[in-house]
């Protein structure tokens, strides 16, 4: 198994690698603009990958892009090296990972969300008659699934919620903005800034996605008073202790059977 996580700041890579073993025992490199802390998974099960790529789904994906371009060359043989060194397969899937806002009532604060789909909710354009999404104007996509089978899973061995996972590059702020999402996405449970470019970039590469979120706000009108930051990455850390047999049993059986 060889996975890569891509969350937005460091305080949530952290959270994941802290969750998978023992901090002195990361190994870290760079890619252009970021660090990739490398945990190898417990019981040699594999290893994971983890990067901070920056907030919003521009860096967002041109992070991951970075990352999953560093495990090709890795795994491409050179004069000087005739093989490739030990994890430099390519990867089998990529995670967005963080803490996110979360619709209310269905995703309280200090729940978890697994996304049964990552939306750009806010790529395309306004017109009188409101918002276009891209696709309606003749452009790209503004959707990925994540494997199906891997969200039932994901969602049982740690309790998250499934819904779509908005991917804004505006943070909601007001409950007029709230109302209108969720009257676009009825089945919205939460907003992140960054799954959908991480997306577009495993996409590229032929590799599933699957995005998760640990809800430290409710979404709408911003009040940083009432945010549970320090909760929600707890809540994510716990998450990602209890998904390395998940990962270990999709990468091994559900993705190559599919």
């Known amino acids: 198994m060889r996975v890569l996580v891509v969350t937005a700041v460091p305080a949530e890579r952290d959270a994941v690698t802290r969750a998978l073993g023992d901090l002195s025992e990361v190994a870290v490199h760079e890619v252009p603009g970021a660090q990739v802390h490398r945990v190898a998974a417990p019981g040699g099960a594999g290893v994971v990958d983890v990067l901070a790529g920056g907030a919003g789904p521009a860096a967002a994906a041109a992070a991951a892009a970075f990352g999953l371009a560093s495990a090709v060359s890795a795994a491409v043989p050179s004069a000087s090296e005739p093989g490739p060194g030990p994890h430099s397969a390519p990867y089998d899937l990529v995670v967005s990972a963080g803490i996110g806002g979360g619709f209310v009532p269905v995703a309280p604060?200090?729940?978890?969300?697994?996304?049964?789909?990552?939306?750009?909710?806010?790529?395309?354009?306004?017109?009188?008659?409101?918002?276009?999404?891209?696709?309606?104007?003749?452009?790209?996509?503004?959707?990925?699934?994540?494997?199906?089978?891997?969200?039932?899973?994901?969602?049982?061995?740690?309790?998250?919620?499934?819904?779509?996972?908005?991917?804004?590059?505006?943070?909601?702020?007001?409950?007029?903005?709230?109302?209108?999402?969720?009257a676009a996405h009825p089945r919205a449970a939460a907003e992140a800034m960054e799954g959908f470019g991480v997306a577009e970039a495993a996409e590229r590469t032929g590799l599933p996605v699957l995005e998760l979120r640990a809800v430290s706000n409710a979404i709408g009108p911003r009040d940083r008073d009432a945010w549970r930051i320090g909760d929600a990455l707890a809540a994510l850390s716990g998450a990602f202790g209890k998904l390395v047999p998940v990962l270990e049993g999709w990468t091994h059986h559900d993705r190559h059977a599919s």
């Open 109 to 182: 604060v200090g729940s978890l969300v697994v996304a049964s789909r990552i939306v750009a909710a806010d790529l395309g354009a306004e017109t009188p008659e409101g918002f276009v999404p891209v696709t309606a104007l003749g452009f790209g996509r503004d959707w990925y699934l994540p494997p199906r089978s891997l969200v039932r899973d994901v969602a049982a061995a740690t309790g998250a919620l499934t819904g779509e996972i908005l991917t804004v590059s505006t943070v909601t702020g007001s409950a007029e903005r709230a109302a209108a999402l969720l």
